[in-house]
């Protein structure tokens, strides 16, 4: 069983950073892909950013391409997601998701997810 731990979420204003973590237990994350996903007020759940287990592959949403960066540390079995000139459209709940098989932008392909942290960007 894994289990995912997000942090860092907050209320920020149109052009600041953030970095968000998500802590992960139950399982080596060098054996894991990891990717984030986020979901706005009354919108479906969208791919953000994905990394792959050697961390030399990464894949993001286009709206976020440029802005929003994904690493691991496996030493310290987190992962996370660098958020730059954030933007009022970037406000949802963030998601951090565990694959076990493959990376991709799919959120159907991800086995386990967190409980997720609020992002809220105001103009």
């Known amino acids: 069983q894994v289990q995912l731990v997000e942090s860092g979420g907050g209320l920020m204003q149109a052009g600041d950073s953030l970095r968000l973590s998500c802590a992960v237990s139950?399982?080596?994350?060098?054996?894991?892909?990891m990717g984030w996903f986020r979901q706005a007020p009354g919108k479906g759940r969208e791919f953000v950013a994905a990394i792959k287990w050697s961390a030399d592959n990464t894949l993001y949403a286009d709206s976020v391409k440029g802005r929003f960066t994904i690493s691991r540390d496996n030493a310290k079995n987190t992962v996370y997601l660098q958020m730059n000139r954030l933007k009022p459209e970037d406000t949802a709940v963030y998601y951090c998701?565990?694959?076990?098989?493959?990376?991709?932008?799919?959120?159907?392909?991800?086995?386990?997810w967190g409980q997720g942290t609020q992002v809220t960007v105001s103009s």
């Open positions: 998701a565990a694959d076990l098989v493959r990376y991709s932008m799919s959120q159907y392909n991800y086995d386990y």
């Open positions: 139950g399982r080596t994350l060098s054996s894991l892909a």
